[in-house]
């Protein structure tokens, strides 16, 4: 039973180990000796696998256990297996089998009864902590009460049947239990292993493929085991008659007789064994000869269920998979010749799997499970290198610029550079670095094309790389064309049909469901498939047996009487918004397990709608039919939309329909825009917002409302109620509420009343509402509107296509991490360990000292006149508990791994992200906000520290500040002015800052020696969107390409009731580049900083709509 957590790996390895140390101690034993030729029966085990018990050595081994163990077993069952096989074992038993959870309000009663009469009892999906009502039964508190035996249970005392067992399971796949539980119970690990798998779907294939095989294989069993109890049987009556023999045993005929008959049996049977021997070695030469099959079957198995990390709701049970499995079989085209018939069913198995899978994916996740499916393929076959995949899932885990080769040229840039010098190190690309900076200008060609993907390599390259190695370039060298590189990749590599998945078809969904299978639509944003229902029963004749209940508080009861009525008339029952219901979901759960095909109409249809949502019970996920029908995204699919919902009498019920049509046009078209918005991140919108159809239909029924009552159109007031209300309703940040208002006004406008025509959206010219008479005309002009508008039709700068498609190929290959095993693949062949070890010990060498405090006291007190000293103060206690944390986690981390110390949940959390080159959490919470990879993000902690090093050794405030390297600007602000309002006897609250660009300074930390008389010098501040001309003097348009530019040393200067320049533009400043954050108790934000005023020439509605911004830090 100490083996009962381990996988199989494990066991066999403790085996070999226990039958060395036998060996070694020369203690005699059977060549093979296992525990299951030791404990097993091979009958009893035949009877097991009748009753489900997976064909597999580890889940024998366990029933094995559970058979001859003492304690009640605790089951790791996140595959239910262990479930099933208790169940159908329990239901065979003479007194039954009861099912119970420990959330139900009568589980004790269950118990008590259980206990009393004999019955087994099945406690399911228990948690991390167990009930302490249990502990009797575990304990077996059991008292001796006349012939039989009494346990006391709560207060009650209950009469203990003998008959009497007790078994747990937990779907948790990797639960940590006290070892206060588990001295109480047998743990077994019950948790599918890819080798375990594979057993189990061999044995599916071939008793499908060859069904004579696998009966033979079973006669074996049997005969083995007749054979066997014959021998026994012999073998006792021997040693019966011997030990009842009387006298001299050899003038006992009936022993003589009875010793020599058994002799010709035994040898008999012994011939037997022989011959069953070879038979049954012949048998398994056939059986393997199916492997690749089922290997093939066990790797996507590993892939389907990682996709629960991307999202809750991409539940998929075991024994789904074996029965599509099964179907597969089926359903594949026969072929005499035996490879071929392999290769069949290996490519049928993935394509339909593909095929299912995808129909309840979202969008944005389809890509990256065909490259996840394809990646797994190709490691399971070892046609990837584990250095190459770890590269192009995680890029640089080090910054080899800094102590490397100059960079070549100006577009190249750190980052990228950075990237190529990585690159390099890999066995595949020797010497690349020096290459690509002989052959700069060749690259350039690279950087400048649209298609970068299709682009040859230069020099010899092109030949010499996989399609692996050439995606592992395209990272490096162009992020933002790796989602396309990616799709041409999985296309080559298994298929064009693994990135062409299915469209919506409801009809097909519903012909692979049963009765007892519920039908689920996963929501996203805009999407009512219940529409799409009622139709398809209209269709098949069953709208007269359709009910629809959309839950909410109190929908509970109502719901199951539907269920339960529906049942009974074979009818269609609809469960809206499941995720509105938390509470009811466990009621949910229940209704489905107990759904029995015997009991109801085959025409029954469960079908539920539900968010993505944790609460959403997991087995009726694993077991249902899965389905998403996303709203069609882009500014032409969105304004076809909202004009399939308009017909010709809409029009008739203006009585200004030259003022109606086109503002109609415009509120259309910014429906459109701010949905679409969403897609650019962070520079579209600070908060993504989930806009509706509904919203757009009241600002429809507005403006026909007052067209209608007003002479003059009051376009103030549907500004207003539009962006401020309707839409403006839903938007939380302030920026925001400025973007909208101000994206409505250029669409709800006199200029696109009067000018008609004239009046365009954008600078392109391509957008503007049309004079059209009916909505015919209008649809056909919205179909002129380009597929992929470029970023300028939402006022954004071209480069956004550019931001949009880098983290598109970012958010790629971050889910492929939680998708795909890298495996050891460190570099040169290190393990995991060994490259978090590394990790850790190069953080651990340049960690900085933590500053002296008492010393820092002492050399900046706290004075009236000078609020920095505060500042330098705080700023260094925030750093030193940063220091303090990584320097304690670090150290315990290396103990962890050599296995001096226990490696904590913690512990193991911060090797994975240095691993996987992310921030650890621990450090996250003690550091300041930042979006860095774990490498770029040292060196930065490493340059924050180093700037305080230089204030405390210089003792008083620089005259210059990197305000890039202050944990808490918001303080530092506040310190500068406090300054000037002490130093001039001024009330603060009328103080505010005035912005002097210093863009004659190049570089600020050499140039500027002295601080200024009044206010502070900064540095260090990045701008997205636009630019700052040095020459000009305000702000420009971004150059291609240019995603971020460094803005100028500014100098901050505290003034007495300043006016602001209306024609400045307030651009907002925040630490980084995700924008968004939450407002803390001291009233500042986690992210936004202040507004700086930015001179400019032209409206500032140009940059609001642009979503120009300024940063102190950016991702890399």
Aim: charged share 25%.
């Amino acid at each position: 039973s100490h083996s009962g957590p381990f996988t199989a790996e494990i066991r066999t390895e403790c085996e070999t180990m226990w039958m060395k140390d036998l060996d070694k101690e020369g203690i005699a034993h059977n060549e093979d000796c296992s525990m299951r030729s030791v404990l097993g029966e091979p009958v009893k085990i035949q009877q097991w696998v009748v009753y489900s018990l997976p064909n597999d050595a580890l889940s024998i081994e366990n029933a094995i256990i559970i058979d001859r163990s003492r304690r009640w077993p605790l089951m790791i069952d996140p595959q239910r297996q262990a479930n099933k096989y208790i169940k159908n074992m329990g239901k065979d038993t003479e007194t039954g089998i009861d099912v119970c959870k420990l959330s139900e309000k009568n589980f004790l009663r269950t118990l008590e009864l259980g206990i009393q009469f004999g019955k087994w009892i099945l406690l399911e999906n228990i948690g991390i902590n167990l009930d302490p009502a249990l502990e009797p039964i575990l304990l077996q508190q059991k008292i001796k009460d006349g012939s039989g035996y009494i346990i006391k249970l709560g207060d009650k005392s209950i009469t203990y049947s003998d008959t009497f067992k007790f078994f747990m399971t937990t779907t948790l796949p990797n639960p940590h239990y006290s070892p206060e539980t588990s001295v109480k119970v047998t743990l077994l690990n019950f948790a599918i292993t890819p080798q375990g798998l594979e057993d189990q779907m061999l044995g599916i294939v071939v008793a499908k493929e060859r069904p004579d095989l696998e009966e033979q294989k079973n006669e074996l069993v049997s005969q083995n085991a007749k054979m066997n109890k014959m021998l026994k049987e012999i073998e006792d009556d021997i040693l019966r008659l011997l030990a009842t023999s009387e006298g001299d045993v050899l003038e006992d005929d009936t022993l003589v007789n009875k010793v020599t008959s058994s002799k010709e049996v035994s040898d008999d049977i012994n011939q037997k064994k022989e011959v069953a021997k070879v038979t049954e070695a012949n048998i398994d030469t056939a059986r393997e000869s199916y492997r690749p099959v089922a290997y093939r079957t066990a790797v996507l198995f590993f892939c389907i269920v990682e996709l629960t990390n991307i999202d809750p709701m991409y539940q998929y049970s075991l024994q789904w998979f074996q029965k599509l499995f099964t179907i597969a079989i089926d359903q594949s085209p026969p072929s005499d010749v035996f490879e071929e018939r392999l290769e069949i069913l290996k490519d049928f198995f993935t394509e339909s799997l593909y095929q299912n899978i995808c129909r309840g994916l979202f969008e944005k996740h389809k890509t990256l499970f065909s490259f996840a499916l394809c990646a797994r393929i190709l490691k399971g076959d070892n046609k990837i290198d584990d250095a190459e995949l770890r590269f192009l899932l995680i890029g640089p885990t080090s910054d080899m610029v800094e102590s490397g080769p100059p960079i070549p040229a100006d577009w190249v840039g750190k980052p990228r550079w950075n990237e190529i010098l990585t690159l390099a190190t890999l066995p595949a690309f020797p010497n690349f670095d020096t290459f690509f900076a002989n052959n700069v200008s060749d690259f350039l060609r690279i950087y400048d094309s649209v298609e970068a993907d299709k682009e040859p390599l230069p020099g010899d390259w092109e030949a010499k790389v996989s399609p692996l190695q050439r995606l592992a370039f395209i990272r490096a060298m162009r992020m933002d064309c790796l989602t396309a590189a990616a799709i041409t990749f999985i296309s080559q590599q298994i298929g064009q049909k693994f990135v062409e998945p299915p469209t919506f078809d409801i009809a097909k969904s519903f012909a692979d469901s049963v009765n007892t299978t519920p039908l689920i639509f996963i929501l996203s944003p805009g999407t009512d498939p219940v529409a799409d229902v009622i139709k398809f029963a209209e269709k098949l004749g069953m709208l007269k047996r359709f009910e629809s209940i959309s839950l909410g508080q109190g929908q509970g009861p109502k719901a199951t009487k539907m269920i339960e009525n529906a049942q009974g008339t074979g009818g269609w029952c609809l469960l809206s918004n499941c995720h509105l219901m938390e509470s009811w979901m466990s009621s949910l759960e229940a209704l489905v397990e107990q759904l029995n095909p015997d009991n109801m109409s085959n025409n029954f249809r469960l079908w539920l709608t539900s968010m993505p949502a944790k609460s959403f019970p997991v087995q009726v996920l694993q077991n249902g039919i899965k389905m998403t029908n996303e709203p069609p995204s882009g500014l032409r699919a969105n304004m076809l939309r909202s004009y399939s919902i308009i017909n010709d009498d809409l029009f008739k019920e203006s009585e200004k329909p030259d003022a109606f049509k086109p503002l109609l046009f415009g509120f259309c078209f910014f429906h459109a825009v701010v949905q679409d918005r969403r897609k650019f991140g962070p520079i579209g919108w600070n908060i993504a917002y989930s806009f509706t159809p509904e919203d757009l239909q009241v600002c429809k029924e507005q403006l026909m409302l007052f067209i209608n009552q007003y002479d003059d159109v009051p376009y103030k007031v549907l500004n207003f109620l539009g962006a401020k209300i309707n839409y403006g309703g839903r938007v939380t940040d302030d920026k925001d509420k400025l973007l909208i208002s101000t994206i409505l006004k250029t669409y709800v406008c006199p200029e696109a009343v009067h000018d008609k025509e004239g009046y365009r959206y954008s600078s392109s010219g391509l957008y503007y509402a049309p004079e059209c008479e009916g909505v015919a005309e209008f649809v056909e002009f919205i179909r002129t509107f380009p597929l992929y508008p470029m970023p300028e039709a939402f006022g954004l700068h071209e480069n956004c296509n550019i931001t949009c498609a880098q983290d598109e190929g970012l958010r790629l290959v971050s889910g492929m991490q939680s998708m795909v095993e890298m495996g050891t693949g460190g570099e040169g062949g290190q393990s995991a360990d060994d490259v978090m070890d590394e990790t850790a010990a190069s953080i651990q060498d340049r960690l900085p000292k933590p500053f002296p405090l008492d010393v820092c006291e002492t050399k900046f007190p706290t004075l009236y006149e000078e609020s920095m000293n505060t500042v330098v103060k705080q700023e260094c206690l925030r750093y030193n508990k940063l220091l303090w944390c990584m320097a304690a986690t670090l150290k315990d981390f290396r103990k962890a791994i050599k296995g001096l110390i226990v490696m904590t949940g913690d512990l193991e959390s911060l090797g994975n992200s240095m691993f996987v080159n992310e921030q650890p959490e621990m450090w996250v919470k003690k550091g300041p906000l930042s979006l860095k990879p774990l490498s770029s993000w040292y060196l930065d902690i490493l340059a924050r520290v180093e700037f305080f090093q230089m204030w405390f050794d210089l003792g008083k405030a620089p005259p210059v500040f990197w305000i890039s390297g202050i944990f808490f600007p918001q303080a530092f602000f506040t310190g500068a002015m406090q300054n000037f309002a002490r130093k001039y006897n001024e009330e603060i609250d009328l103080l505010s800052f005035r912005h002097i660009m210093r863009d004659d300074i190049m570089e600020p930390k050499k140039e500027l020696t002295t601080p200024p008389d009044d206010g502070v010098y900064i540095f260090g501040i990045f701008m997205e969107g636009c630019r700052w001309g040095r020459e000009e003097h305000q702000l420009m348009d971004s150059r291609p390409k240019e995603l971020f530019t460094d803005l100028p040393s500014l100098q901050f200067i505290p003034v007495k009731n300043r006016e602001p320049n209306a024609l400045d533009y307030r651009c907002p400043c925040y630490k980084v580049v995700s924008r968004k954050g939450t407002l803390l108790t001291t009233g500042h934000s986690t992210n936004f900083v202040l507004y700086i005023e930015l001179a400019t020439d032209t409206i500032v509605d140009k940059w609001i709509k642009a979503g120009v911004a300024a940063f102190l830090a950016l991702k890399y």
